[in-house]
């Protein structure tokens, strides 16, 4: 028997990179998903409701680049609180569970490993909209009894992600035959967690009778981007030139993440499966078979 049978999922923002892994998980495990999103020119207002089932709502639409929310901040408050607020509001009219995404939240100088219980902190107008994303889940739970899930992933990475994203960018000059890459600074270090794990916490939080709770998804190790260019040069066995700029500081970023797991291993039951070498030799071999 299909225990995934009885959920009706909504992934709004279906055809991001999130939204990507999790459709194909959906349909390995046989989990019925309706999609939304602006690329389809669908909303979720167009999604409906069964009665027979349980409705779970998916949040992901969302613009996602931090340094970006400071050039464009009116862009990024009105896109990312307008729609978690259209989802908020199917979930009050459908009997929905919502599982928001939220994002790293904790600021520069959070005590490491960083657990739930620790002080949030905007740094940017991005992780400031996320903020304000979760708060309307707790609003939307208080005052009309909608129950939510709430995710602060890390640094998720994996194939198909924006080249905006570090990872990303370093395998897309690869891609194009480039010996020398281009990199920033080289000593931030980040908690990186493989989209595939992220998933899979995804589907065990529709399964679980969990809600209410706000769940870190990391790894609860970290590297530096230096380790990271390191890691990738192993992999892919040839020698590449790295060209750091030691001196480049990002507006509003933060210099040491690093997550504790332990709530999210506890109550969901998901550890991370794969290191960061097996999740870049995953993506290696993903653009190799393009």
């Known amino acids: 028997m299909n225990d995934h049978a009885n959920f009706n999922v909504i992934i709004n923002g279906s055809e991001g990179f999130v ?9 390995k495990l046989g989990i019925s998903y309706q ?3 602006i690329k389809l020119n669908k909303s979720i207002n167009d999604c409906k409701s069964d009665n027979e089932k349980l409705n779970f709502v998916v949040h992901l639409a969302a613009s996602i680049s931090p340094s970006d929310s400071f050039e464009s901040p009116g862009e990024y408050y009105k896109n990312n609180i307008y729609s978690l607020i259209e989802s908020l ?9 919502i599982l928001f995404f939220s994002s790293y939240v904790y600021g520069e100088n959070a005590s490491i490993p960083t657990s739930e219980k620790d002080k949030i902190n905007g740094h940017n107008p991005y992780s400031q909209t996320k903020i304000i994303g979760e708060n309307l889940c707790h609003s939307y739970q208080r005052d009309f009894n909608v129950p939510y899930v709430v995710f602060r992933p890390f640094n998720i990475y994996g194939a198909g992600q924006s080249n905006q994203f570090v990872i990303s960018s370093i395998f897309d000059q690869i891609n194009k035959g480039l010996t020398q890459i281009n990199i920033q ?17 995804v589907c065990l939080a529709i399964k679980k009778n969990v809600s209410n709770e706000t769940f870190n998804l990391c790894s609860q190790t970290n590297n530096s981007i230096k ?10 066995n040839e020698k590449i030139e790295f060209l750091f700029n030691e001196k480049f500081e990002r507006k509003g970023d933060v ?10 291993s506890s109550l969901l039951g998901w550890e991370p499966i794969y290191s960061l070498r097996d999740g870049l030799k995953e993506i290696l071999n993903s653009n190799s078979q393009k």
């Open 19 to 27: 939204g990507s892994f999790l459709k194909k998980d959906f349909s």
């Open 35 to 37: 999609c939304a999103d």
């Open 89 to 97: 509001e199917w979930c009050r009219m459908n009997n929905a569970k």
């Open 185 to 201: 600074n080289p000593y931030p270090k980040r908690d990186f967690i493989y989209i595939k794990d992220v998933s899979k916490a």
């Open 227 to 236: 380790e990271v260019c390191d890691l990738i040069e192993s992999i892919c």
């Open 255 to 264: 210099s040491v993440t690093l997550g504790d797991k332990s709530k999210s």
